[in-house]
Structure formats: structure tokens, C-alpha cells
């Protein structure tokens, strides 16, 4: 069973066990939840019904080979597509799941990172919907709000101040990112695994930020990452890189 964490280091599943089953589905949460995962990771879109919906992509051309977006399509539409079978056809029954059960599945306890993959300038009052329902459900304790998009995070901040935020850096140079953290209220940096070395981990813990990277499938990296005091890395294999390093 796993901990969750290699030494200090948390682990957190990202896009669900989606090295073991389709991401962002929910036997790709459950199974980082039989797992013992005490992270997870998503990303949330809205569909034109406004219902929040948990996939990577604006589109569901590669998980499911159809064009279409997600934005132009409600949620029963969304219900059609088969988002398993491109992973293995046992998983045929894998549909786009909404944000409401992710959450049942993942449970009170588990900490949740949720990225708001574009906000209200593609999907109208998104950050709006996303503050209701981790409201709603008591969830703002255990949930980070992520974004590349920091205009999202801002109407996330100006909603509601006990929101947890991370910071996804993109392409904003450090010194401005810095700046905006600051101004955020933010938790923690999120850096891909070609911008993170030792010295932008330690700006963000002289901070009192926490410092995760993604994405990190390989057990030696973890452990170079440990070394260096990152704080928790986004796996696809939580359970290869727990019993490996």
C-alpha cells in the first residue's frame, strides 16, 4: 500500500493511476484510490450546459477521435464518447466524468489538486462555478486550485480568499511569477521537470512555498528531485516510483 511519498516527498497521482488506465477517468481515480494515493491531480473543463467536466484536452480528438469541443457540447452529449478504449478496450465504459464525482471518488481526505485549464474567457464563469461546488461540498480545505491561466486564479482569489492556490508557471519568467505569487496568496509553484534546479526551489521555499513538479514517471528523477527539496512530484506511477526509490 502506498504512503503517498518518497521519504518527504509526496506523490500525487496525476490525471488519476493514468499510467494503469485512461486519465481522468474514473477507474483512473479509483485506482489511486486503491492504491492509497493521498494525492490527485485533474483538469477541469465546461460544457455548454455549464456542467464541469474532468479531461485534459479543449477537444476529445485524441482520447476519443471525434473533433468536437468540450465547450460546445453539454453534458449529455459529452456522455456519448468512449474515453477508455484508445488506453485498452476494457476500458470501453470510461466516459468524461463530471467534477461532482471525481469528488465522490476521491473522498474528503485526499488532497486534491483540480486545474482550471482556461477560465471565463473561454468558459464563461467557470472559476465562479468551481468556488460554489468546492464550497458546497466543503471541500476548500483539502482542494488546490491550479491554472497556467492566472487571470483564472485571480477571479479564484477575489471569490473567495481561503481558496488554495498553486501557480503554474507556463511561460512567465520567474521574477514576475515571484511578483504575482505574492499578490496571489499562493501555496505552491508547479514547475515542468525542464524548469525546475535547485535554485528556483529554493526562492520558493524562502517563500514558505511548497515547489511540484510534473511530470515525473521515472524513479530516478524522483529521488534527484528529493535531493534538491522539491516537495512533491505529478506521477503516472505512483506505485513504481514508492517501491523503486
Request: glycine letters at 6%; a positive charge.
Amino acid at each position: 500500500m502506498l504512503s503517498g511519498k518518497v521519504d518527504a516527498m509526496r506523490l500525487i497521482a496525476h490525471r488519476g493511476a493514468s499510467g494503469l488506465a485512461p486519465e481522468n477517468t474514473l477507474a483512473s481515480f479509483r485506482l489511486a484510490m486503491e492504491l492509497g494515493a493521498e494525492a490527485v491531480e485533474f483538469d477541469v473543463h465546461q460544457a455548454a450546459d455549464k456542467e464541469l467536466m474532468v479531461i485534459h484536452d479543449e477537444s476529445l480528438r485524441r482520447t476519443a477521435g471525434w473533433p468536437e469541443h468540450i465547450r460546445d457540447l453539454t453534458w449529455q452529449e459529452l456522455c456519448r464518447f468512449d474515453v477508455g478504449s484508445w488506453f485498452d478496450a476494457r476500458f470501453s465504459a470510461e466516459r468524461i466524468p463530471r467534477l461532482d464525482e471525481v469528488l465522490d471518488v476521491v473522498g474528503k481526505k485526499t488532497e486534491v489538486h483540480l486545474e482550471l485549464k482556461r477560465g471565463s474567457a473561454i468558459y464563461p464563469g467557470i472559476e465562479g462555478r468551481v468556488v460554489e461546488l468546492l464550497r458546497r461540498r466543503r471541500a476548500l480545505k483539502t482542494c488546490v486550485v491550479s491554472s497556467f491561466d492566472h487571470q483564472a486564479l485571480r477571479a479564484v482569489r477575489a471569490l473567495e480568499p481561503k481558496a488554495r492556490l498553486g501557480y503554474l508557471l507556463g511561460d512567465t519568467p520567474i521574477a514576475a511569477a515571484w511578483e504575482e505569487i505574492r499578490e496571489l496568496s499562493a501555496e505552491s509553484l508547479h514547475l515542468s521537470l525542464r524548469q525546475v534546479n535547485a535554485a528556483r526551489v529554493a526562492g520558493g521555499h524562502r517563500r514558505r512555498l511548497r515547489v511540484l513538479v510534473y511530470t515525473v514517471n521515472d524513479a530516478a528523477e524522483a529521488h534527484r528531485l528529493r535531493k534538491i527539496g522539491v516537495d512533491g512530484v505529478f506521477t503516472n506511477f505512483p506505485r513504481l516510483l514508492e517501491k523503486t526509490v
